[in-house]
């Protein structure tokens, strides 16, 4: 039986075709989710992509947080379904408290649009377990609030008990707090991070690599084997 990995659209996703490219890339089977569908289809995993959902008004992700696709997935999230959100999802996700920190606008007060380095801190979580911790990759990185931030208190825990997921390497491009670029919750299925690894799942795309196609092997094979 083949996987089933939902993406949801808001109004202003970017990224929605994009993700469920990859997700078809990896073996599984994308489900197209609307932000006004008030069920998820019976997926076996839920994307949250990348975009400017409802143009980021009052903050990125805040007016998403409350569409009504958002009331199951907060509901089967915390029952074990993985979530994983990419850039604005990210933001969605923590607006949502499915996610500890805040997303702020960049410090340098500039939309940015590069290829970014990064570490793989916990190859341990639902979308992560075809990498290695410590391994560098290298993702496309866009966004103009990207900077994530936390009281000390919540930095402390995420690093205590290894829920960062991935660091910025070399160049911090949006002033992220210890150079955070994604989370995971205390059970590992729910994953934010701002680089796209949709837009690095093929050699004449994006970076050029592959780097971000494990995001989507990972919860294959978690499913599979599930």
Same mark, same amino acid.
């Given at each position: &039986?083949?996987?089933?990995?939902?993406?949801?659209?808001?109004?202003?996703?970017?990224?929605?075709?994009?993700?469920?490219?990859?997700?078809?890339?990896?073996?599984?089977?994308?489900?197209?989710?609307?932000?006004?569908?008030?069920?998820?289809?019976?997926?076996?995993?839920?994307?949250?992509?990348?975009?400017?959902?409802?143009?980021?008004?009052?903050?990125?992700?805040?007016?998403?947080?409350?569409?009504?696709? &958002?009331?199951?997935?907060?509901?089967?999230?915390?029952?074990?379904?993985?979530?994983?959100?990419?850039?604005?999802?990210?933001?969605?996700?923590?607006?949502?408290?499915?996610?500890?920190?805040? &997303?702020?606008?960049?410090?340098?007060?500039?939309?940015?649009?590069?290829?970014?380095?990064?570490?793989?801190?916990?190859?341990?979580?639902?979308?992560?377990?075809?990498?290695?911790?410590?391994?560098?990759?290298?993702?496309?990185?866009?966004?103009?609030?990207?900077?994530?931030?936390?009281?000390?208190?919540?930095?402390?825990?995420?690093?205590?008990?290894?829920?960062?997921?991935?660091?910025?390497?070399?160049?911090?491009?949006?002033?992220?707090?210890?150079?955070?670029?994604?989370?995971?919750?205390?059970?590992?299925?729910?994953?934010?991070?701002?680089?796209?690894?949709?837009?690095?799942?093929?050699?004449?795309?994006?970076?050029?690599?592959?780097?971000?196609?494990?995001?989507?092997?990972?919860?294959?094979?978690?499913?599979?084997?599930?």
């Amino acid at each position: &039986m083949t996987a089933r990995i939902g993406v949801v659209t808001f109004p202003g996703s970017l990224d929605d075709r994009d993700t469920q490219r990859a997700i078809r890339l990896a073996g599984a089977e994308p489900v197209a989710l609307w932000h006004k569908d008030k069920d998820l289809k019976q997926v076996d995993a839920v994307v949250l992509c990348g975009g400017f959902s409802y143009g980021d008004y009052l903050r990125a992700g805040a007016i998403a947080r409350f569409s009504p696709v &958002m009331e199951p997935l907060l509901e089967q999230a915390k029952a074990g379904l993985p979530v994983l959100g990419i850039c604005n999802g990210f933001q969605i996700l923590t607006e949502a408290h499915l996610l500890p920190g805040t &997303m702020l606008r960049n410090n340098h007060l500039h939309f940015i649009c590069r290829d970014q380095k990064l570490r793989v801190e916990n190859a341990s979580t639902a979308w992560t377990t075809d990498y290695s911790a410590g391994q560098e990759i290298h993702i496309p990185l866009k966004n103009n609030d990207g900077q994530y931030v936390a009281d000390a208190y919540t930095l402390d825990k995420l690093e205590a008990e290894g829920r960062v997921a991935f660091r910025y390497l070399d160049f911090n491009p949006n002033g992220s707090q210890r150079d955070i670029a994604g989370v995971s919750n205390e059970a590992g299925n729910v994953v934010g991070l701002m680089p796209h690894p949709e837009h690095a799942v093929e050699p004449l795309i994006g970076t050029g690599r592959t780097d971000g196609l494990p995001f989507f092997t990972s919860i294959l094979k978690k499913l599979v084997n599930a």
